[in-house]
């Protein structure tokens, strides 16, 4: 009887095991094949005219202020978000941990965190795109600004949900030992417990910017595009998956080529940030053991 429970059990872990490794053979492979792809056809493409010509001059013109625009947006999205998600999270991490409140703001955040990029562009379409327009006496007001507030929206999830475990992963006897040195509850969190999850809270910050580093749908409904250099951010902007849309949509090849280098320049600006956050992320863990 123990010997045939033992044996349908080992059979049962080998055929668990089986499936996972084909599940993660096939996830590699396709991951893989996008890479081989996107290296192949973007790579011929890459050269000193992508980072130094605009796209305004067509097959022979580059992505240079696509480039700009996605950093500029990038980087007011993330000035955005990444200070009030991390304070929500410490929030819920801390004072909200059991109460009622903290558990609808997560399961508010979820809803957020699961949300169509589309939507939340759309949503910010009406309230800041529409009343500039109104502002400005009737033309429609895209702008960097608009998209950055689409992109803040979309990584503002992220990093109250990676905040708010990271902060629930410190060991309650660091707060213990903190509190009864007499250390007041709010320089104890940012003293003692932000130090102990930094490592995971910046690994948040960055996989919110790598997600917003890809987003099209709501750049089109607030940024736009813009086929010259733009810096203001209340004019219209490129950016890099809004310039690989209207590449890829236009019949000329060397357009496609050119939508092909920036789809590469982005996958590898997200290796990149995978990277990055995969070694702060080892570096917490091996800290905490």
Known sequence: MAASIYLRRRCVNLLA???????????LAFLAWILWV???????????????KITAYGDQGGLANAIVGSLIMDAMALAICAPIGVLAGTYLAEYAHRSKLGATIRFLNDILLSAPSIVLG????????????????????????????????????????????????????????????????????VQVLMRAAASGIVTGVLLALARLAGETAPLL???FGNNFMALHPLDKMASLPVAIYQYTNDPNPSLHAIAWAGALLIALFVLLLSLATRLLFSRNKVHHD
Not at 17 to 27: E, P, V, W
Not at 45 to 50: E, S, V
């Open 17 to 27: 095991l089986l499936l996972s490794g084909c599940a993660t053979a096939l996830g």
């Open 122 to 189: 759309l949503f910010v379409y009406v309230i800041v795109v529409l009343p500039m327009s109104n502002l400005s006496g009737g033309a429609y007001s895209f702008s960097g600004v608009a998209g950055a507030v689409a992109l803040a929206l979309i990584g503002l999830p992220v990093i109250v949900r990676t905040t708010d475990e990271m902060l629930q992963l410190v060991p309650t006897t660091l707060r213990e030992a903190a509190l009864s040195l007499g250390i007041p509850q709010w320089k104890m969190t």
């Open 38 to 52: 996107t290296l192949k056809n973007g790579l011929g493409a890459i050269g000193p005219r992508l980072f130094t």
């Open 221 to 223: 409904f607030t940024a």
